[in-house]
């Protein structure tokens, strides 16, 4: 439970966005697809094309995670034209691993979209970014505000922890949206990019998920978690409903050639057009194997896995053979990395032994 604090109709401070720049130009991370606040202030202009890849990348991941992707794919595709010409299979080998897979389908389309309907040169405002293919009212703004400093607001997690604390919010974030937009958009200056990538900085490395260094922070003076002597409390947390749990089973077939059958899952849907190991449907229900054909079968371990609605758990069995299935092919081992296999299965060929 939050501690309690002020009114926030009463006493809800405002964004100071002096004291963020000022910190900002302090203390900016450094990232392979931003131009350091001193570097802007010369007239180094971000590219819309490494900021739109980084922004896609980063929903639900990690810059952590994220560096060695962007790293792949700004080397192989250094221009949305050249990702637009890329067949979209290519693309997703290079995304494998990465997850939320639905993000490389429309990262293509969209990058078609750029070269078709523009010339390859990215809109400039968020109006019009927001009717490209996998961008939504975030992104949008993220691009239009970092690469044109389009006075719009952009907020991410790290922004909706900043201001649930500063203004000490009583009601989980996804009941406040409104409110943290409005706030945040009341304060964006005229460097607006450099406002948004100060804020989500603050979030980021001072605000973060389990600590607050407040004494370390610009909005430190005016913020009511802060001030409540329980920063931590905030966000508060929103009632979590316990995900469901599916069963089912992976059916790895090698080749005595030292190969493995794969093929490519259906186009719409989980997962879509990513390579898979041959498996049962997955559904709530345990049951028994219902095998592709008569062999020695046998069990090689277990897998679980979580996506964003649901617990997934395979039973993973493994017989040698040179029978294929419709519809697949055969993958030499030693070469897995080139297949678009997601993190999933390549749990499922790990507990074989294969990798």
């Not at 009114?7 to 963020?20: E, Y």
């Not at 192989?76 to 691993?97: E, F, N, S, Y």
């Not at 922004?159 to 649930?164: C, M, Q, S």
Request: proline share 8%.
């Amino acid at each position: 439970m939050a501690q309690s604090a002020p009114s926030q109709h009463t006493l809800a401070p405002t964004i100071d966005s002096r004291a963020v720049l000022a910190w900002y130009d302090r203390h900016a991370r450094d990232l392979p697809w931003r131009v350091a606040p001193a570097d802007r202030a010369r007239g180094a202009r971000p590219d819309p094309y490494r900021v739109w890849l980084s922004e896609i990348m980063l929903q639900q991941t990690t810059i952590a995670a994220v560096r060695k992707y962007f790293a792949a794919f700004t080397t192989l595709w250094p221009t949305v034209r050249d990702l637009a010409a890329a067949p979209l299979d290519d693309v997703l080998v290079q995304w494998a691993g990465l997850g939320y897979y639905a993000r490389a389908r429309n990262l293509h389309a969209c990058a078609r979209a750029v070269v078709e309907r523009f010339d390859g040169v990215f809109p400039t405002s968020a109006a019009q970014l927001r009717d490209l293919p996998g961008i939504g009212d975030y992104t949008s703004a993220a691009i239009a505000a970092i690469c044109h400093d389009e006075q719009v607001a952009v907020v991410d997690g790290n922004v909706d922890r900043v201001l649930a604390r500063f203004r000490a919010l009583e009601k989980a974030v996804r009941e406040e949206k409104p409110l943290i937009r409005a706030a945040v958009q009341a304060a964006v200056p005229a460097r607006a990019g450099d406002f948004a990538q100060a804020m989500m900085d603050l979030g980021a490395t001072i605000c973060a998920p389990r600590r607050a260094n407040c004494l370390l922070c610009p909005l430190e003076p005016d913020c009511l978690g802060a001030r409540s002597g329980h920063p931590l409390a905030y966000p508060v947390p929103p009632a979590k409903a316990e995900k469901p749990r599916r069963h089912g089973h992976a059916f790895i077939i090698r080749h005595p050639e030292g190969k493995v059958f794969v093929r490519q899952r259906g186009p719409k849907g989980l997962l879509a057009k990513m390579t898979e190991i041959p498996g049962s449907p997955w559904q709530e229900d345990e049951a028994e194997p219902a095998f592709p054909f008569a062999a020695d079968w046998r069990a090689v371990g277990a897998v679980t896995h979580t996506f964003t609605h649901f617990h997934l758990a395979l039973s993973v069995w493994m017989a040698r053979g040179d029978h294929p299935l419709d519809e697949g092919w055969w993958a030499d081992e030693t070469r897995l990395d080139n297949e678009a296999l997601p993190s999933l299965f390549r749990k499922v060929l790990a507990a074989a032994g294969i990798s």
